[in-house]
């Protein structure tokens, strides 16, 4: 995101007596940060702020001359909006659409991922689909919900960075149903019918 802070990292043929392994982000309106690394013939570094699109993305291994590396691209942190469905019976997996308003970026560069908080800290990640043009990220649900109080639902574009924002999932206990009355009805519609069961619940999206 364009907020920065994203851990890259960078594999490559560097020489064993490389002291000083650096990275350099840069872009048309920023100016060239650098940041420490490490060995072992990958190194990591961290994405300053920047603004979004592609940014280039350069290597030293002096700390003086700099070498050309794969872009990196930046993104606007998407704000995430209405769950459909909002509610789902509890230990199923299912499918949910988390809307987001506008069409998010894709490609081979993101990664979507949906994170389910739980109770107590806890929390579960599913990977998530998206096409061109999307403005809906795609997750399966954990089977572990419980009807005891929603979850909040997080977006990463990236596997690294959640968003600030989330969106409440509830979970309903499975409910029975025992009878339909009456069984039939004109094909004109209208006919008043009653289903009787257990477990049901008057739910209302806030």
Aim: proline share 9%; hydrophobic share 35%.
């Amino acid at each position: 995101p364009t907020a920065g802070g994203t851990i890259v990292t960078l594999t490559g043929d560097f020489p064993p007596s490389a002291r000083a392994l650096r990275c350099r982000f840069t872009d048309s309106r920023s100016v060239s940060e650098v940041f420490s690394s490490s060995a072992d013939g990958a190194f990591e570094c961290t994405a300053p702020p920047g603004t979004a699109g592609s940014a280039a993305l350069e290597v030293s291994i002096n700390g003086a001359q700099w070498h050309a590396a794969p872009s990196f691209s930046y993104y606007e942190e998407p704000t995430v909006g209405a769950l459909s469905p909002p509610i789902l019976p509890a230990g199923s997996a299912c499918l949910v659409a988390l809307e987001l308003g506008a069409a998010l970026p894709s490609g081979p560069d993101y990664a979507p991922k949906c994170r389910f908080a739980g109770k107590e800290g806890a929390s579960e990640v599913a990977t998530g689909t998206l096409a061109e043009g999307d403005t809906a990220v795609r997750c399966t649900t954990p089977a572990t919900g419980v009807a005891d109080g929603p979850i909040g639902v997080e977006l990463s574009l990236n596997g690294q960075q959640y968003t600030d924002t989330s969106a409440d999932l509830f979970f309903y206990a499975p409910h029975h149903v025992l009878s339909v009355s009456p069984s039939s009805g004109s094909s004109l519609g209208g006919t008043t019918v009653t289903v009787t069961g257990a477990g049901f619940v008057d739910f209302m999206h806030p």
